[in-house]
């Protein structure tokens, strides 16, 4: 029988993922190819693309082992034919088929092409995640607002996670109340596992530099790790260490600490060196035996079998449109300080920084920081969209873009968030101790001292007054604003328009 080629791409690399279990191991091919197509879609950060090639190399010698056949192009193989498809259109030449078993990828920009390829490609529903496209279909019809929530309730039903019979243990379903405390004066975790790099690092690390230099971010130091051993470890590292004390700070940020309590576990996840299931389940273990509290462990397990299905869920639902949108017309050109041009505020400079060492920031740096700037200041939420896709190892578009083009910048209209992620530097304040490094003031509302973020908040709420003046969730805020005297009024939006003008004269603010 002729043989079939079996595709496996950077971001599958789990030896069950449907096209290897449909395959048969005594005659079809594994097709596993480094390209530039994929590795310059966006200009993706280096350690991304180290961590990906790095781990590709490693599962294809572990599929090999296991008794596969399999066809591994190198990006500097001379016969590389630089896309995905041209590298099966190639083995398909070579071996006589023109059948292609393939996982469902996590961009539509694959799927397409995978699609048109002129070759017979069977697409197999990708299983790594707790709902199916069916399910999320089935849980959005009829709904006229599709809440997080109340799809979260329904995978810890599904999944039996924390669950006493029908009910939530502890008789809550979130311990957001107990959770969310401003950033803490000493933080005693010292951060995710680091990992020594080994030979086929190396390589792959040579390679990326020779490659990639252009690209935005340190390849160097390189810790990440790279296979299914050290993806393990770096989370039982972080059950033991941090997992505790993750709801408590979970939305602070330090200047002088980057992860926290976080996991630092998404991009272990993302490639499928991890799985959404074993990962919930060992914190749950670690609150059954009294090694973890129950709002922290809720909390951590809310974020994977809630929001992140749920983004997954939305992105399959809504389309490839879903990219394209921008429900607030905003259309100004990504600021040069996301590309490491220098800024005065400190806390998106500390964020960048961060981003460009480490190709990881926690979430609140990127929804309330980052985010936050870019949505205030009017930029173009493709842009945003992009560069969130560029810059973390962490970022594949399945869980990208929703994130990013939903809940951070409200672009699609409000699928995702009932309100826009918007906040004045006061949060910031609060959560942080970046403001007292910084050469604006959080406390200042006008003047040339006055953080953005002061200025810009209202600016947004009011540029956007017919949209969202209606919306019970900011009816607050613009009370606040009907309130001020005219005169104030006047200085803040006049400052905001100032400090606009600045920045799109690429002046340094
Ligand atoms: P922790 O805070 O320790 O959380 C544990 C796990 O929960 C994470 O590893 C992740 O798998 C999951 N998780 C938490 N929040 C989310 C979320 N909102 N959506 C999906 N999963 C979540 N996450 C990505 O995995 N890839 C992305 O490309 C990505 N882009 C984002 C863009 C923006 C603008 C925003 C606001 C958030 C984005 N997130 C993304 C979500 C979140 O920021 C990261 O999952 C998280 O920071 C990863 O770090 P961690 O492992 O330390 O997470
Ligand atoms: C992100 C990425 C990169 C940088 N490089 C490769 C690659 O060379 N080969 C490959 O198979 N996959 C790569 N990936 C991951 C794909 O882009 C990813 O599978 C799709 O974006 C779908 O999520
Ligand atoms: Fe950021 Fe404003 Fe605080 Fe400076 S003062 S760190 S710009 S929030």
Redesign the pocket.
């Known amino acids: 029988m002729v043989a079939r080629l079996v595709l496996v791409l950077g971001d599958q690399l789990t030896p069950s993922v449907p096209a290897l279990s449909a395959a048969d191991k005594s005659r079809d091919l594994v097709v596993m190819a480094e390209v530039m197509d994929e590795a310059s879609s966006v200009s993706h950060h280096p350690k991304k693309i180290a961590l990906i090639f790095a781990a590709m190399r490693k599962f294809a010698r572990s599929l090999e082992q296991d008794g596969w056949r399999v066809a591994y192009t190198r990006l500097d193989d001379p016969q590389n034919a630089g896309s995905i498809v041209g590298e099966l259109l190639r083995h398909a030449e070579r071996e006589g088929t023109t059948e292609v078993l393939v996982t469902e990828p996590g961009e539509w920009r694959l799927i397409a092409a995978l699609q048109e390829a002129p070759l017979m490609v069977e697409m197999l529903e990708d299983n790594r995640f707790i709902a199916s496209h069916a399910e999320f279909e089935r849980w959005a019809e009829g709904r006229k607002a599709l809440r997080m929530e109340y799809f979260y309730r329904e995978m810890r039903r599904k999944t039996d996670l924390l669950m006493d019979g029908g009910e939530p243990v502890g008789g809550k379903w979130n311990f957001d109340h107990d959770n969310r405390k401003p950033a803490p004066d000493a933080v005693n975790h010292t951060g995710p596992l680091s990992f020594e790099s080994d030979a086929t690092v190396e390589d792959v690390l040579t390679l990326v530099q020779e490659r990639f230099a252009d690209h935005f971010g340190d390849l160097r130091p390189f810790t990440l790790a790279t296979d299914r051993a050290g993806a393990l470890r770096a989370l039982d590292h972080f059950i033991a260490h941090a997992l505790p004390f ?1 709801g408590d700070y ?1 939305d602070a940020m330090l200047d002088g600490n980057r ?1 926290l309590y ?5 991009p272990y ?2 490639i499928g060196l991890l799985g959404p299931l074993e990962v919930c389940r060992a914190a749950q273990a670690a609150w059954q035996d009294g090694r973890a509290p129950l709002n922290a462990v809720e909390g ?1 397990i809310r ?2 079998i809630g ?2 299905e749920y ?1 997954r869920g939305i992105y399959f639902l809504k389309g490839p449109d879903y990219l394209g949108g921008n429900a607030l017309g905003q259309n100004r050109a990504l600021p040069g300080f996301y590309w490491g041009a220098p800024t005065r505020m400190r806390c998106v400079s500390r964020a960048v920084e961060q981003t460009r060492q480490d190709a ?4 609140i740096q ?2 309330m920081v980052t ?1 936050n700037f870019a949505l205030l200041a009017g930029v173009d939420p493709h842009q945003v969209h992009e560069w ?2 560029a810059v ?1 190892a ?3 578009e399945w ?2 873009a929703p ?2 083009i939903g ?2 910048q409200f672009a699609d209209g409000g699928v995702i968030a009932s309100k826009p992620y918007v906040s004045s530097g006061a949060y910031i304040n609060r959560m942080s101790d970046y403001c007292r490094k910084c050469s604006y003031s959080a406390s200042a509302k006008t003047g040339d001292k006055a953080c953005p973020f002061n200025l810009l908040y209202w600016d947004f709420l009011i540029r956007h007054r017919d949209r969202f003046a209606n919306n019970p969730r900011m009816a607050q805020m613009y009370r606040t604003w009907d309130r001020m005297d005219d005169t104030r009024r006047d200085a803040v939006l006049r400052d905001a328009g100032r400090f606009l003008k600045r920045l799109d004269q690429g002046e340094i603010v």
């Open positions: 993750f979970q992860y976080h996991a630092v576990i998404s996840l993302n951590f974020q994977i929001w992140r983004v990881y920031a926690h979430h990127r929804l985010g969130y896709l973390y962490d970022a594949f869980v990208e994130n990013t809940m951070s």
